[in-house]
């Protein structure tokens, strides 16, 4: 009867001796077919083992750094290392403009006149130092804005003073040309009488006329 071989279940080895012993068995068939795996294909390989307690054991044909840095170059390997520096250079950028910003938040809450029990002297000197500053600038700022819109005002005064002297000529103009047509009108009007005077003394002629004008005085008078 033939016996058939039972399959071995892999398993942790729970017992530290012979855990030891195992690793050290098959540590040596591993590497000898990595060792012979080179030898008959031709291949360059690293192969590395690290034990439970740490202790590290290798075999290569070639250096080990020799093969590791011959997968560095490979093209998708050297993309994830660039992802990783660049991911690397943008944490520690980040870690750097976090605090730069709790600096300059704790800087704006002492400038508040908060926070302020933890300085010593010379820091509160600075502190002092750095709001008289940063006042004396927004004092410099504010002189300029106010002497830009004093300097507008006045160009605005003397625009106004100019439309004021133009509206006062165009009025004087009004007036003389207004008073030139009333002398005009008065002198028609003079005229226009005086040819009626003369028109009504050159219809008497006769004493029959004289009469007539004398009875019409004479009747407007009793009307």
Known sequence: MRMVRQKT???????LASRQVTFSKRRRGLFKKAQELSTLCD????LIVFSATGKLFHYSPLSINQVLERRKLLPQNTGEQQSSEEIQIARRRSAILSKELAERTRELRQM???DLEGLDLKELNKLEAIIESRLAAVVK??????LK???TLKKKEV???EENAHLKQQLAMMERSNGHT??????CSHH?????????LGSIDTPQNYYNINTSDTCLKLG
Do not use: C, F, P, W
Request: proline share 0%; aromatic share 2%.
């Open 141 to 146: 700022t504010k002189g300029e804005q106010m």
């Open 9 to 15: 279940q892999i398993r942790k080895i729970e017992n």
């Open 159 to 161: 625009q106004l003073q």
């Open 192 to 200: 226009y009488s005086l040819e009626l005077t003369i028109n009504s």
């Open 182 to 187: 009333a002398g005009i009108h008065d002198q």
């Open 112 to 114: 508040k006149g908060e």
């Open 149 to 151: 819109e004093i300097g």
């Open 43 to 46: 291949v360059d390989m690293a």
